[in-house]
């Protein structure tokens, strides 16, 4: 197919794609621990059959946890593989007063489709269906389209799955459709992301509550201890104190700060934290944040001073860096800082490898030339991201020798994890034929173009 036929076949494709994005934007399939479980599996199996549709050999695998969509279509003898990776699986919606509407309800305002997973990452499932129909029989190289089903939820059992299918899977380039543009009009690749350990700590100073009259002075109450404990993780400047932690030097992308505190939504005179370039504080240093805190409420304190209280901590690491090293890092401070003697346990919950990718090479060129041709013109910027995909690690050390283009449908507006995520309809139709033109792109470079 030429390229102007490959324009006018999404096109043609677009409205159908939109209908199926909103069928699965109603499948509320949430994959954390206490949701119905049973709508992941539906949500499964809406996407094995919408890849059914594509002509692709769909089956739903799985290995302890969630299920995922593996459909295949084989390369014609000489052209490339592509797989495909997006997930199926949402986060949670949190406090739905803060919804404008409902979250499993997509509706469309000021060109904006609204609905949890609208963007993250549904939209990303429909733009490789949209790349696949609008090609049908013609397509230029092999697929293989892996659509996970507990992303959102650490991807625990993605190992187990990549590694149990492998040699189905093997390909020569891989899209991974989770990440986001650099802005409205704006494609971008993301060529780093960061790395993640979460763990609690645990600050005792009492073995039981008591009276904070008959007792405090000379007693320090856990919470007390536990501020002054949170409180030495940062520097004066607000940047990370914990000792061992990797940080790199920037990409040269310019993010100016107005457009940074607008996007973020940072509150009128609040300073940024920390130093360097805001790029780099966000793409190449550790960030660490306190996400939350067991203790009294303060609606039912009472006066009594708090015996044990535990915070939940996030440490973002710098590409470079190894989640086992930085959490003995974190540890080490943690029971080091311990104020007045308090009992500090850390508790491990969960960590994600960083990575960083080379996006040199004909792959990369051809995805470059597919962005430029959708965006009409404006070339793809090279982006670093804050936050993890830890499987790309994993990727890369399956399959060394294959291209990884982290592409996405978010920009700065989607709001993904958040009340009142959403797709900018305009920006998706552009990557639904930048993938489109991808594929034709990829055939054009040949299995050698690696
Ligand atoms: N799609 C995101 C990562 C992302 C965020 C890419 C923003 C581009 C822009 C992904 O779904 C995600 O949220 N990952 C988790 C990882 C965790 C569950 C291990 C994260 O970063 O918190
Ligand atoms: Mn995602």
């Known amino acids: 197919m030429s390229e102007s036929e490959v324009r006018a076949a999404v096109e043609r494709e677009l409205p159908g794609v939109r209908a199926d994005l909103e069928r699965l934007v109603r499948i509320p399939g949430i994959a954390f621990e206490g949701f119905d479980h049973s709508h992941v599996e539906g949500s499964a199996e809406a996407v094995a059959e919408l890849v059914r549709g594509c002509g692709l050999d769909v089956k739903i695998v799985r290995s302890g946890g969630q299920p995922a969509v593996i459909g295949r ?164 400047a607000g940047d990370v104190a ?39 504080r966000l793409w190449t240093k550790p960030a660490l944040a306190v996400l939350g805190i067991d203790a009294p409420s303060t609606a039912e304190a009472p006066n009594a001073l708090v015996p044990a209280a535990r915070a939940k901590l996030s440490v973002r690491l710098a590409p470079g860096d190894d989640p086992k090293r930085a959490y003995a890092a974190l540890r080490a401070h943690l029971e080091k800082h311990a104020p007045w003697g308090a009992r500090v346990t850390v508790v491990f919950e969960h960590d994600g490898a960083p990575c960083v990718i080379d996006a040199s090479g004909p792959m990369f060129d051809a995805a470059r030339s597919a962005f430029r041709t959708a965006w009409d013109g404006t070339d793809p910027v090279d982006l670093g991201i804050g936050g993890s995909i830890p499987f790309i690690a994993t990727f890369q050390e399956m399959f060394p020798r294959a291209a990884i283009l982290v592409t996405g449908v978010e920009d700065p507006q989607a709001r993904a994890h958040g009340p009142n995520e959403s797709l900018h309809l305009g920006e998706f139709a552009r990557v639904c034929l930048a993938e489109a033109l991808l594929l034709k792109k990829v055939a054009e470079a040949g299995v050698d173009g690696r």
Not at 121 to 133: E, F, Q, S, T
Not at 246 to 267: I, M, N, Q, T, W
Request: proline share 5%; with cysteine; charged share 25%.
């Open 73 to 236: 279509k084989a390369a014609l003898p000489g052209a490339p593989t592509v797989l495909l990776y997006a997930h199926h699986d949402v986060q949670p919606v949190g406090d739905l007063t803060l919804w404008e509407s409902d979250p499993f309800e997509p509706v469309e305002r000021d060109g904006r489709l609204y609905g949890r997973g609208a963007a993250d990452d549904k939209a990303g499932i429909m733009a490789h269906v949209a790349a696949l129909r609008a090609y049908g029989d013609a397509l230029p190289v092999g697929v293989v389209l892996f659509v996970e089903g507990e992303e959102e939820y650490g991807s625990d059992s993605l190992e187990r799955l990549l590694a149990e299918h492998r040699d189905e899977i093997a390909s020569d380039v891989i899209v991974i459709a989770d990440s986001t543009n650099w802005d409205i009009g704006v494609p971008a690749l993301t060529t780093s992301l960061r790395g993640i350990v979460n763990c609690f700590v645990e600050v005792r100073t009492l073995d039981h509550a008591v009276h904070s009259g008959v007792y405090g002075g000379p007693v320090p109450d856990a919470l007390t201890a536990l501020a002054r404990l949170l409180a030495t993780l940062h520097t004066e």
């Open 242 to 280: 914990v000792d061992g932690l990797v940080a790199r030097e920037g990409a040269s992308v310019d993010y100016p700060e107005d457009r940074f505190r607008a996007e973020a939504g940072l509150a009128e005179g609040v300073s940024l934290i920390g130093t360097g370039r805001i790029t780099e």
